[in-house]
Nanobody, 116 residues
Framework: QVQLVESGGGLVQAGESLRLSCAAS????????WGWYHQAPGKQRELAAS??????TTYADSVKGRFIISRENDNMVYLQMNSLKPEDTAVYYC???????????WGQGIQVTVSS
């Protein structure tokens, strides 16, 4: 099992920055891909950014150039969110997928609200 705990969300104004943190514990050596997903009210959960253990990153078009995903000490995953827009308002979830892609883990989610 892998446990994921998000922190760092909150309320900011448009144009400001916020950094989300995800602390992972458990069998993290089995994880190949780490990600941040967002889910706006009434919409599906979608990938915002991901990073593999090899450092390969992927970004949704909506956040490309503004968000940066990174890892530290194997058990921390961050999402630096710059130039935030009201449309970035969502619940953000930390995600982890095993090398064999047979297990997916989710954090409890954290609210990010961007006011105009």
């Amino acid at each position: 099992q892998v446990q994921l705990v998000e922190s760092g969300g909150g309320l900011v104004q448009a144009g400001e920055s916020l950094r989300l943190s995800c602390a992972a514990s458990g069998f993290i050596s089995r994880i190949n891909t780490w990600g941040w997903y967002h889910q706006a009210p009434g919409k599906q959960r979608e990938l915002a950014a991901s990073i593999t253990t090899g450092g390969l990153t992927t970004y949704a078009d909506s956040v490309k150039g503004r968000f940066i995903i990174s890892r530290e000490n194997d058990n921390m995953v961050y999402l630096q969110m710059n130039s935030l827009k009201p449309e970035d308002t969502a619940v953000y979830y930390c995600n982890a997928i095993t090398y064999r892609r047979d297990r997916t883990y989710w954090g409890q989610g954290i609210q990010v609200t961007v006011s105009s």
